[in-house]
């Protein structure tokens, strides 16, 4: 699909920068709203204190007395790498606390999503006295319920938007609840589990636990590979404070320093684990902890964050890689039948403004995956149907820039009683089911509330650039200057510059992958390695002898010698 290339508006005089501040960088930080450099300040000592998050301190002494009496903790997880990472993070910390705990983590094709009465049931076989909710839970009614009636105390743990009507838990600890007045709102859920389990280690240290139990007072940092690993993974915004929390996370792992699983995952995949960037989390990592929750059980993924040893871990790893590879084939199939049926939209006239797509073949665990590819491509909303249960289908759904895809669907529930059996989620990212006969009804409701929400202009496809480079500006420098403000991430975008150039060599590598040699049109003789990644090889015109790109710049680091490369994000003839 064409895209516009969209400059992004910069006021140079809203700056407080340093004097001997790179002029490039102090543009690049204009344009994503920062004015002073402390943006790139990512020592801990600058994180947000915890002291205004609501229900924090009430979850602290709810598990500061379990610690304490011994009893039973039980996590309950999401099946995807946020909910692993904060499953792991939960067992590991309570566990050198000297807490009692265990964890357990629904099942998407039995369970459902988050603390389901159903998955209440299962709990009960664990006997736990304190059941606490990793990346779930605020929605939760039923579910407390379900757990308070069975003589649990329920701590809640999550990040997600909250209903109308909250959970009755003993505690809930969540920056998007009403009346919190905790900052930083992007925290995933491993972030949210990260600050209870730091203040929770405060007030025992404070208590005299560790000193009277002959504990070592744990070191909340060794944790911070998990916090990285799951933030990256779950698209949440990189404010200042998960950039923080990231920085600090990947510069454990690059040094060694973290878990056996993330060291075993790297190797699996052939990385380099010394110069990781949250890239590699988001297209190395991530994936292969989704996969086990995707297709499987999110379990395996749990177990390998969680081993103490490696060879164990090596073999977890390549359990996940296993399922990773199972579901790109499926993926992959999915892809070639919404592709039909996007065929058959097309032949039939004007793209709707949104997107509803459903085929009994496809799989609950990937049709997010799928949304994703379809949205990127048309650049609409997408919601992706399953087959559940019960003559339910399962939806997941991906939006675009401009629409808050889960107050979207909020407006059909409101306006269509009964429509839909269950929703929830973010604003670029939600899940839903409904009965299957209500689909068609469904899809036009949704239609409708797109377009009540969204202005033609937005159907267009934007990307937003930082700029032109000079010629000389476009070299490793410039690229090391940018890698060192690291990490880049969802809104924090890794700078995007645009330009025309010469195309001087083009062939296709791999299936899809377009190699180049490009030179600058006011520079001929500086040839540059570029690489375009999954290009529509029928479409692009191999005649071209001048393109217009937009590109990052990067490193490739090959034998011990570094040289720079484009990484083109798109690119049509010029």
Known sequence: MKRIIQRRPVDLCAGRFASGTPPILQRILLGRGVTGAEALEHSLGKLQSPGAMRGLETAVQLLAGAVRKREKILIVG????????????????????????EFLVPNRFDHGYGLSPEIVAVAGDFQPDLLITVDNGISSVDGVAAAKAAGMQVVITDHHLPGEQLPAADAIVNPNQPCCDFPSKHLAGVGVIFYLMSRLRTALEESGWF??????????????????????????????????????????????????????????????????????????????????????????????LLTDDPGEARALAAELDALNRDRKAIEQGMQREAMAAMEQLRLEGEIPWSLCLHDSRWHQGVVGILAGRIK????????????????????????????????????????????????????????????????????????????????????????????????AEISLETAALLRSCAPWGQAFPEPLFDGDFLLLQQ????????????????????????IAFNVDTEEWPREAKKVKLAYKLDINEYRGRRSLQLLVDYLEPA
Do not use: W
């Open 78 to 101: 999401d099946f995807d790498a946020d909910g692993a990472t904060s499953s792991a993070l939960g067992v590991l910390a309570l566990g050198a606390m000297g807490g009692q705990v």
């Open 211 to 304: 000193r009277d139990s002959g504990i070592v007072v744990p070191n909340m940092a060794e944790y911070l590979d998990l916090v990285a690993l799951g933030t990256v993974a779950d698209l949440v915004p990189l404010d200042h404070n998960n950039r923080i929390l990231v920085h600090q996370g990947i510069a454990r792992i690059r040094a060694g320093r973290c878990r056996p699983g993330i060291s075993a995952l790297m190797e699996i995949a052939g990385r380099d684990q010394r110069r990781l960037c949250s890239s590699d989390i988001g297209f190395v990592l991530g994936p292969r902890i989704n996969a086990a929750g995707r297709l499987d059980d999110i379990g395996t993924g749990i177990r390998c």
């Open 376 to 471: 990127d491509k048309f650049h609409r909303p997408v919601i992706a149907f399953a087959d559940g249960d019960n003559g339910l289908i399962k939806g997941s759904a991906r939006s675009i820039p401009g629409l808050h895809i889960r107050d979207a669907i909020s407006d059909v529930v409101a306006s269509n009683p009964g429509l839909v059996s269950k929703f929830g989620g973010h604003a670029m990212a939600s899940g839903l089911s409904l009965p299957l006969q209500n689909l068609a009804e469904f899809r036009n409701a949704f239609e409708q509330a797109v377009r009540d929400r969204l202005h033609p202009s937005q159907l267009q496809a934007v990307l937003e650039s930082d700029g032109e480079l000079e010629a």
């Open 507 to 530: 062939r296709i590598v791999g299936e899809r992958h377009l190699k180049m040699v490009v030179a600058p049109q006011a520079d001929p003789q500086c040839p540059l390695d570029a």
